[in-house]
């Protein structure tokens, strides 16, 4: 009996000291289940069914009693051409205005992307990609943080945005669009945070983030505020986020943090549903965050890390890794035949050394498999290649638009191994160790990935025999370079 009355006032007792993260829990539970119901279809960048998704949210955020900012209505527009088609987009804006005289003028953002993939037909059955977590977790959590944050406006200094931005997957195209032409136009925004994938605290055992020294004070202050909140960090990134939409508001020199709880759910699977998350999680989430903007809207100056997001976002040095594949052949220039190509490949480091914003250094240095079909049979030779190219590239005003450009450049080989027809190759008699020529090609720069075709025009003789006639090397590239 003494047990069974323990247990009772223990319950009794957590029932009156959590009542409010239960019920929180609840809250995030329905808007979480209805973001990612079969009947939004997955929410998907032009799909129409996202406009049940967009008239929830804007539901929600006249219930919460947020401003309208656009002439009463919270949807900013935008539209963005695929290849032939125009789509319009609809990023949810709501304002919570602060308090101080002063501050009130500067705003906090607080974005999650509202789209996710959509759904396709497989084996004759629409399939959709509900995205729970990816990312009705981070809207659900936004919009109950803005009704924290409303129900005590008299504790803001600085006014709050509260954003659902469109078409992230699609390119982070929402959220480009509203840096363009609402920052600095509209709203002066001191700092801003992307909520994208919120729902899995548990699993993941604390949260992630990335981005907090690109505000001077940030490390402290967050490590302050999730001290208090006893909620443990699993990772946190010494970078801006590029796959989320802290991006375009980097490249506008604004502080830009991104918070998570991992990729432990169902990432970009059908399978990202909504019984998975956890609720309880996200709500002591959504009261850290709630707590930790409180506590930036009255810091008397937010100073942006101008270095820093410089660094991590224009950076006038990048070091990556090269992987590409091709053929090479060799040109016999005094006879009617050239001999038969064969499969080439290349890995190795390359980095680029940014100029102005249109010109580009790239050195690299490269292993590389490459070779012919001889009369004797396959020649192939292993190389060291190091070589330099000057890069012309475009510039362009969205993050969600890749940089091409154009390559000239030369290359030097040495080749320290081959083997002839299953024998070792001659490189006394025979064949040049050594060669070089030149680079021409082109290509493109997303974020932190490049793509490139690259032609390799040989410039000396490989042969030594003079008997042979006149041998020059040729070939080409497809590889794929990834930053770090």
């Known amino acids: 009996m003494k047990k069974i009355l323990f247990v009772f006032i223990l319950a009794l007792l957590t029932l009156c000291l959590f009542p409010q993260q239960s019920r929180l829990a609840e809250t995030l539970r329905n808007h979480v289940t209805i973001l990612a119901s079969d009947s939004l279809s997955g929410r998907g960048f032009a799909f129409p069914e996202k406009g049940l998704a967009i008239d929830y949210i804007t539901t929600q955020y006249r219930q919460a009693g947020f401003t309208a900012p656009y002439d009463g209505s919270y949807i900013h527009n935008f539209h963005h051409r695929l290849t032939y088609a125009l789509i319009e987009g ?4 709501g304002i919570i205005e602060g308090s101080d005289p002063q501050l009130r003028n500067e705003f906090i953002l607080l974005g999650a992307h509202l789209d996710h993939m959509g759904w396709k037909t497989i084996n004759g059955e629409k399939v959709v990609w509900n995205g729970a977590d990816d990312n009705a977790s981070g809207v659900a ?15 803001l200094g600085r006014s709050i945005i509260i954003a659902a931005f469109d078409g992230e997957e699609a390119g982070l195209i929402g959220s480009t669009a509203f840096a363009r032409t609402e920052i600095n136009n509209r709203f002066n925004v001191a700092m801003m945070f992307s909520l994208d994938m919120v729902g899995m605290l548990e699993k993941n055992k604390g949260l992630n983030h990335a981005g907090f020294r690109s505000l001077k004070e940030g490390e402290r202050i967050i490590a302050e505020t999730l001290e208090q909140h006893n909620l443990n960090v699993r990772e946190e990134k010494n970078k ?6 802290t991006w375009p508001f980097a490249g506008k020199g604004i502080p830009a943090v991104y918070i998570s709880t991992g990729l432990v759910s169902p990432y970009h699977k059908p399978e990202d549903d909504a019984h998975l998350l956890d609720f309880e999680g996200m709500a002591s989430v959504a009261e850290m965050i709630a707590d930790l903007t409180t506590t930036l809207s009255v810091v008397e100056n937010l100073e942006a890390d101008s270095r820093y997001i410089s660094r991590k976002v224009d950076p006038k040095l990048m070091i990556g890794l090269l992987a590409g594949y091709g053929s090479s052949f060799h040109h016999h220039k005094t006879e009617f035949f050239d001999a038969r190509p064969l499969l080439a490949i290349e890995y190795g480091l390359q980095s680029q050394v940014k100029v102005t914003d249109h010109f580009r250094l790239q050195p690299a240095i490269t292993y590389q498999l490459a070779g012919s079909r001889t009369e004797a049979g396959k020649l192939r030779t292993h190389s060291v290649v190091p070589q330099l190219d000057l890069l012309i590239t475009t510039h362009v005003s969205s993050i969600a638009q890749p940089t091409l450009f154009f390559i000239a450049g030369g290359y030097y080989d040495y080749i320290f191994a081959g083997r002839e027809a299953g024998a070792p190759a001659d490189f006394t008699a025979k064949y040049s160790d050594t060669g070089y020529g030149l680079r021409l090609g082109g290509g493109m720069v997303l974020m932190k990935t490049q793509m490139s075709f690259v032609y390799r025009y040989g410039l000396n003789r490989v042969n030594l025999n003079d008997a042979d006639g006149e041998i020059f090397t040729r070939g080409f590239f497809f590889s794929s370079t990834m930053y770090f």
């Open 141 to 155: 959590t936004i919009i109950e943080v803005g009704k924290m944050l409303a129900a005590n406006r008299e504790s």
């Open 90 to 93: 609809k990023n949810i804006i």
């Open 240 to 245: 801006i986020e590029s796959r989320t939409d």
